[in-house]
Structure formats: structure tokens, C-alpha cells
């Protein structure tokens, strides 16, 4: 189903006429340098396409034919490859025997010139396929060592292709090389001569023995890495060989990796990283939400930090507007989350809906998520400020691998969140002994959300700001935790440790074994107060929580892990209920 729908996305990129997607029998690629040709053969400069500064330059995107793909051996690309290919030049390696590197790179060299004259038998038809020819049998290459770029070129190895003199675009991307790969989709040959039932369409095709490396996924291989794969005898199945196992034509296999890529691509609007994932979405026809569904997740930038609040006043006002109606919108909608997994990629969620189910539950998402908060912090939580709250020392790469695919997937399907996030948010709190805003606002995301899913009548459902009607014992020792923190604090200003540090972990989890003494101490911190009306006040407090207290049982022994978790929202509530202007 995944890659019908990748298969769907490219046919509609391809009658849309988006200018980003390749043809078919082309790819998009980026390419630094481009060595310019007179139509004699000899160089007459090599221009740099970068854009950008020091490391972040980045090389143009240009449309080529479709490259093969590499294995150990030698394979060259058409018109377009590294030094090693296309001047015979390879990379200095102090690694590996020097000698051996020119010798592989001369048979580079000659294989590259083999591919264009295979491709063209005659060359002299074509201006710049015969200047290319020139170029490379004569061989002069030391010419080019007078150019500003060549040293970039020696030690970084880049893709090079060549441009005519005088022309706008490529070589590769005459008239008379499009006509000649008209038609064709895929360097590699077929498993078999041959047609086959291809899994994705349905229909007769060639079907395809290496698919082409899916690149752009977080922390897999620089060179790409692949969904399909069959390369051990393990995988295999009635001694089929490789793409043979699951035939996929090579018509479907271009398209769903040519689109795939595309929304993989540096500065893609249809990526987000979620933890390790990266995750791209798309809508069967285009559609507003499209545009604006990386900004409900993703962090907001310098350049325009009001983004996400300004996509989530879209999502709760169009029903009420009628601007964008995502509610009614039935538009097939699909997320697919994909993380590294060796020379394999990993799927690690997929999710096939509509417009109007994702944006009704994205927005469930944000009031589940809805707490109340200080003037300054953000109204609304970008999912990786979520994700990083629940994280060791704040940092993305120590967050669960399976943690950010999970709760993503629970937010589109509208679904319960993953225990394992409710955990791990509680966990940080004690370790760190801080019950942040955003670790406040997940608790309460899962307790209330786990109420109204599973309709219990245990578990009740947890108000944005401080309730004093809450009767859960967890939510009450939570509120009595942070009024006996405030009454240390008003009697010891500018103290470096309150009970907060010291105690909190065992208040949440074992309250019989500290409130007695936390109680006994709250005698001598009020008594020092100076501000006798704020000691009447907090000593009231104290009370009327105690009181609600004894009504239903002692002090428990323990917590459970959800009552864990409302103790941390009565505790966070309660304080921020102390800052707040009555």
C-alpha cells in the first residue's frame, strides 16, 4: 500500500507538471561543479552552482539521466559521475595504496566513456555528446588545475557533469540525449527479459533487480539506502533472486523512489523530523493542508517563531470561518515515518487517512495538550519540544527510537498515547525533580485522553488550570506537595534547595513515607513567616487540602503510575495557580 500511494503521489507531481520531479528515465541531482566545453572539446571553465557559506554551500539540482546503481564493482552513470569517472582522477587516500586507486580510476574512466558510446554510436550527431567525447579522449586534465575550484574538486570528489559553451542547460539535457533515453527508466537490467505481474500496479512490466537508494533519511548512509531489498539467502523465498522476490515493474519502482526522494530532499516543505524519524506526507490531490501540516509539528524558526501558533488559529478557526473547512475535507491524507536501519531503511509508522480525520485529531492533540502556563512561554508545543522534554539533558538523540514514531502515530489516528511517553515524562521529572511546562502539559495529555478513550470512572479527565474540586488523591498530594514547597520558601528567601529537591521522587511515589515529616517541618516554616496573613492563608490551604485528604482514605502507601502522573499536574497547577494574579 505504500508504495501505490508513493506510485499515486508521482503520477500526480508528473500531470501537476511540478518543476521538482524528474522524468521518467531522469533523476534530480545535486551538482556542484559543471565543466563548461567549446565544441572543439577543450575546457573553457568550470563553474561553481554552489549557493551558501563555508560548509553549508550547497550545489545546484539538476535534472539526469537516471543513474545506475552502484555495487562493489565498476558502473559508470551517463554524462554525469565523480572525478574518479568522469576524468579518471581518483581521491587522495592516504589509506590505500595509491597506485591501485589510479589503476581502478583509469577503468573508471574508460567505462564512463564506454556508457556514452553505447548510449551514442554516433556522437558526431550531437555538438556537445561529440565535444564530451573530445574532451575525454584527449585527456588533457592537467588544464584544469588552473581553475579556482579544481582543488575543491581533488579533495571533496563531488558529482561533475559538463555544459556547451554558450548553452543554458547540461549536455545531458540536449534534445538529442532526452530523445535517445526516451523511454527509459532504469540503468539496471531487468531480472528478467521477460514481463512480470508488478505487485504496485497490477499491470505487465520488466520487473526491477536493485531499486534505486532512497536518500535524505536521518542517520542512514550517505549514499542511500533502501525499502526493497533482498540480499541474503535468508530474505529470499523459491530461490528467487533479489527484486525478484517482490516484482515491482520498473515504471513503479522510478516512480515511487523518484517521489519518495523528492519529498526527502534538503528543504522539502513535506518532511519533518520526529526523534529519528523522517517523516514525509502527502495528499492524493494537492491541498491547503499540505502547505501547512509540518508547521503543527515542527519547531518554529527565528525567521518566523509565530508559525505553528498561527497553523493551530487556522485549525480551531476554520469551522467557524469556513476558510479552510479541513473538518469536511475527505482528501486521502498519508504520513509515513522512516528510520535508518544498517544499508536498509525501516518503516517505522505509516498512516493512510484523510484531511478532515487528521485535522480533527491533530486539533484533539492541542487541547489534550492545553495547560495553563506563564505569559511568556509559547502557547502551543511543537512536537519536538515535547519529544526533547522527555529526553536525557534535553538532547533529540536520547530520545526512545521507538517513543517519536509511536506518539506521532497516536496523534494522527487520534488513538491513546503510548504508555512508554507517560513513563518516560514522569521519569524526567524525578530524576531533574522539575515538573517543566512542557512535561506538564504531556502528563495531562495522557491522563486525560486515557479518561476519555477508555471511559473509566476511576480516571477522570484533567482541567487545564487548578481544580479544587479534583478528588484524586495523586492530584490533592500533588497540590499539598507544592503549598508545603511554598511555605519553605516564603519563610527562607533566596533558599538554594527547597523539599522539592530533596523529596520529590518519594512524594510522588511513596507518600506515607515523607508527608509525615514534610508536615512536621511545615509547623516551623510557617511559624517564621513575618507576613502573618500569608501564613493564615497558606495554613487555611493546607487544611482544606488535608481535609480532602482524610475524607477518603490515609495516606497511600503508593502511587500507581497514573496517579503518579496527576500528582505532577495538581503539584504544577498549585504553583503556577501561586504566580498567578488573583
Excluded at 579518471?88 to 573508471?108: H, M, R, S, T, V
Aim: aromatic share 10%.
Amino acid at each position: 500500500m505504500i508504495l501505490q500511494a508513493l506510485n499515486s503521489y508521482y503520477q500526480r507531481m508528473a500531470k501537476e507538471g511540478d518543476s521538482g520531479i524528474a522524468l521518467e528515465g531522469f533523476e534530480q541531482k545535486e551538482i556542484p561543479f559543471l565543466i563548461v566545453l567549446n565544441r572543439q572539446g577543450e575546457c573553457v571553465d568550470i563553474k561553481d552552482t554552489r549557493d551558501g557559506e563555508g560548509k553549508k554551500k550547497q550545489g545546484r539540482m539538476f535534472t539526469v539521466p537516471k543513474g545506475i546503481k552502484k555495487t562493489s564493482g565498476i558502473a559508470a552513470n551517463f554524462l554525469w559521475d565523480t572525478p574518479n569517472y568522469v576524468l579518471g582522477i581518483p581521491k587522495p587516500d592516504p589509506k590505500k595504496n595509491q597506485y591501485q586507486l589510479e589503476e581502478k580510476a583509469k577503468e573508471q574512466l574508460k567505462a564512463f566513456i564506454g556508457v556514452i558510446k553505447e548510449k551514442f554510436p554516433e556522437p558526431d550527431k550531437d555538438d556537445g555528446v561529440q565535444a564530451v567525447i573530445s574532451f575525454l579522449e584527449v585527456a588533457d586534465f592537467k588544464t584544469l588545475s588552473a581553475y579556482s575550484a579544481w582543488n575543491e574538486i581533488m579533495e571533496s570528489g563531488p558529482i561533475i557533469t559538463f555544459r556547451l559553451e554558450g548553452d543554458t542547460c547540461l549536455i545531458c539535457q540536449r534534445e538529442a540525449v532526452l530523445q535517445t533515453l526516451s523511454g527509459e527508466t532504469c540503468c539496471e537490467e531487468p531480472v528478467e527479459s521477460t514481463h512480470a505481474t508488478c505487485l504496485v500496479t497490477g499491470g505487465k512490466d520488466f520487473p526491477v533487480r536493485l531499486h534505486t537508494a532512497i536518500k535524505g533519511v536521518w542517520g542512514a548512509q550517505s549514499s542511500g539506502a533502501n525499502i526493497v531489498s533482498f540480499n541474503l539467502d535468508a530474505f529470499r523465498s523459491y530461490g528467487k533472486k533479489q527484486g525478484r522476490n517482490a516484482p515491482v515493474g520498473k515504471r513503479a519502482e522510478f516512480a515511487y523512489t523518484t517521489a519518495l526522494n523528492k519529498m526527502l530532499a534538503s528543504g522539502s516543505r513535506q518532511r519533518l523530523q520526529v526523534g529519528d524519524c523522517s517523516t514525509v506526507f502527502w495528499a492524493e490531490h494537492k491541498a491547503h493542508f499540505e502547505d501547512i501540516f509540518a508547521d503543527f509539528f515542527g519547531e518554529q524558526s527565528k525567521e518566523n517563531p509565530d508559525r505553528l501558533n498561527a497553523a493551530v488559529r487556522d485549525l480551531f478557526s476554520a469551522p467557524d470561518s469556513g476558510a479552510l473547512m479541513l473538518d469536511e475535507d475527505y482528501t486521502r491524507f498519508f504520513v509515513l515515518g522512516l528510520a535508518p536501519n544498517a544499508a536498509r531503511i525501516a518503516v517505522r509508522f505509516w498512516y493512510p487517512g484523510t484531511v478532515g480525520a487528521v485535522a480533527r485529531n491533530i486539533k484533539q492533540h492541542f487541547e489534550d495538550c492545553s495547560i495553563v502556563h506563564g505569559p511568556k512561554q509559547p502557547e502551543n508545543l511543537s512536537l519536538f519540544r515535547l519529544l526533547v522534554s522527555t529526553a536525557m539533558l534535553g538532547k533529540t538523540e536520547n530520545i526512545p527510537s521507538s517513543l517519536s514514531g509511536d506518539f506521532m502515530k497516536a496523534i494522527l489516528a487520534g488513538t491513546s498515547y503510548p504508555n512508554s511517553l507517560l513513563y518516560a515524562t514522569l521519569r524526567r521529572c524525578r530524576a531533574e525533580r522539575d515538573v517543566t511546562y512542557p512535561r506538564a502539559a504531556l502528563i495531562k495529555a495522557c491522563i486525560s485522553r486515557d479518561a476519555r478513550l477508555n471511559n473509566t470512572s476511576y480516571h477522570t479527565e484533567v482541567s487545564m488550570s487548578l481544580d479544587t474540586s479534583n478528588p484524586n488523591p495523586g492530584y490533592l498530594l500533588g497540590r499539598l506537595f507544592a503549598t508545603l514547597e511554598r511555605a519553605q520558601e516564603s519563610a527562607n528567601p533566596g533558599i538554594n534547595a527547597t523539599i522539592r529537591d530533596r523529596f520529590y521522587g518519594a512524594a510522588s511515589s511513596t507518600p506515607v513515607a515523607v508527608f509525615p515529616h514534610l508536615l512536621k517541618l511545615k509547623v516551623h516554616h510557617i511559624a517564621k513567616l513575618k507576613n502573618r496573613g500569608q501564613a493564615v492563608n497558606l495554613e487555611k490551604l493546607i487544611g482544606e487540602i488535608m481535609d480532602k485528604i482524610n475524607a477518603g482514605e490515609a495516606l497511600p502507601s503508593h502511587l500507581s503510575l497514573h496517579d503518579q502522573g496527576t500528582f505532577a499536574v495538581g503539584y504544577y497547577h498549585q504553583r503556577q495557580n501561586f504566580f498567578t494574579p488573583q
